[in-house]
């Protein structure tokens, strides 16, 4: 499985020699190609540390594995980005976002088994939000250049997304869903407001019938 | 007619009312007894029955431009509830080796299943559920899915600021033994099932006994 998914990475190498050699750019590349760009970085960046995560905590060989080659492959995905970014001078950010940052921090805080099923969640979560910003840049983009990038990092990501899916199908369909410890909404009935109104109205026709009574009872 | 007497008689009056509109009120259930509403989601999860015959009358469009990719989704980061004043918080979520969905601890952040579909996706069911209360923090923004009528609107944004709007067309209670597991199938019509507690609560194990499944078609 490792050697087929790295053939996937053939298209990125040939980029790579491409950009390499490439005369800098004319244009400059639209706000789409750069917004796009300093996204994939940080994606980049992110399931690098994840894939590093993953090594470290993960309880099963397969998502060991997954980490492995995550790391690898957006390794070698990276090095293109930042060269071309070189190139076109466009500034890319030095780390994941602060929300990428928090979510890694958030898997971390599981352990054991529940660890593999939160990191496998959350990658599905991160790689579907890849897939769709880079689908999005080769849709609105201009720049040929990073237009080939979007074009090599597209198989790379949905292999990816196929493999995490793979992975989490082996879990299972959940049989459970715990939705609720508090009891609060099954207080919510108008039980006690009922009861309350009955012995008021109650009090109200025995003071009424007595009054009625005695009145009677006086006047014959 | 004298005074006393008429005060009297109002008294009865009154009272009556009070204790006849207090035991109906005894009879209104809790909020967590959601009733059903809708056809049954089981079979709202069902394969659409494909058009038998499509009509003619609109020629086809020219097939010279080769077909759009097909649009994927990102992750989803919020839902809007009609009854939650803000969108709420979105996690993706697996499943646990107990079969458990792994759902965020506090009410106010609700769980997405990453291994089903992604809100958006052409195909299958998005599943997003959540705790309707905790006992440790209280109840949270799910509380309003007791309360979901026919044709209210959830939204749900994504990474990269989509929104895909859905329409409530059911809701259904499973005592929790008996939840479907079609509900958690990536394929089928689209549709979003948001999946809470509701029913009775034992106060001994801190659990209710059914789940609440409110069913959603998109809306273009």
Do not use: I, M
């Given at each position: 499985m490792r050697r087929l998914s790295r053939l996937v990475l053939l298209p990125v190498a040939a980029l790579g020699a491409l950009v390499l050699t490439a005369?800098?750019?004319l244009a400059a590349p639209s706000d789409q190609d750069v917004t796009w760009m300093q996204a994939a970085h940080q994606s980049n960046l992110a399931e690098i540390a994840a894939g590093n995560a993953a090594q470290q905590a993960a309880t099963t060989p397969e998502v060991r594995e997954l980490g492995a080659m995550f790391v690898q492959m957006h390794t070698q995905l990276d090095t293109q980005l930042t060269q071309a970014a070189q190139q076109l001078g466009v500034q890319l950010p030095g780390e994941p976002s602060a929300e990428q940052q928090r979510q890694l921090a958030a898997v971390q805080r599981n352990s054991g088994q529940a660890f593999d099923t939160a990191w496998i969640a959350q990658q599905i979560g991160s790689h579907s939000t890849t897939l769709a910003a880079t689908q999005r840049e080769l849709q609105n983009g201009s720049d040929g250049t990073v237009l080939d990038l979007a074009r090599a990092a597209t198989p790379v990501v949905e292999q990816h997304l196929t493999q995490l899916r793979d992975t989490a199908r082996?879990?299972?369909?959940?049989?459970?869903?715990?939705?609720?410890?508090?009891?609060q909404v099954a207080d919510g009935g108008l039980g006690t407001t009922g009861w309350a109104l009955t012995g008021l109205g109650a009090v109200a026709l025995v003071a009424g019938t007595a009054g009625l009574v005695r009145r009677r009872a006086t006047s014959a | 007619m004298n005074r006393p007497r008429l005060r009297h008689l109002v008294l009865v009056v009154a009272g009556t009312v009070l204790v006849g509109s207090g035991l109906a009120l005894t009879r209104v259930p809790p909020r967590a007894d959601a009733p059903d509403i809708g056809p049954p989601v089981a079979a709202a999860a069902a394969a659409p029955e494909l058009p038998s015959e499509t009509p003619d009358a609109v020629p086809p469009p020219p097939p010279e431009l080769p077909p759009p990719p097909p649009p994927v989704a990102a992750a989803p980061v919020t839902v809007s509830l009609p009854a939650a004043p803000e969108p709420v918080p979105l996690v993706p979520v697996g499943v646990l080796a107990s079969g458990a969905l792994q759902l965020p601890e506090r009410p106010t952040v609700l769980g997405w299943y990453a291994a089903g579909a992604v809100?958006?996706?052409?195909a299958g069911t998005a599943v997003i559920a959540g705790h309707v209360d905790s006992a440790r923090y209280g109840a949270g923004p799910l509380e309003g899915l007791l309360d979901l009528g026919e044709g209210d609107l959830v939204e749900v944004t994504d990474a990269t600021g989509d929104t895909h709007r859905y329409a409530v067309t059911a809701r259904t209670s499973f005592a929790k033994s008996a939840l479907?597991?079609?509900?958690?199938?990536?394929?089928?019509p689209p549709q979003l099932a948001l999946v809470t507690c509701g029913g009775a609560f034992d106060e001994r194990t801190g659990n209710y006994a059914d789940n609440v499944v409110v069913v959603a078609v998109p809306v273009t």
């Open positions: 005369a800098p750019a082996k879990y299972g369909v959940p049989t459970s869903v715990p939705g609720g410890t508090g009891g | 809100p958006g996706d052409a479907p597991a079609e509900l958690f199938r990536a394929d089928g």
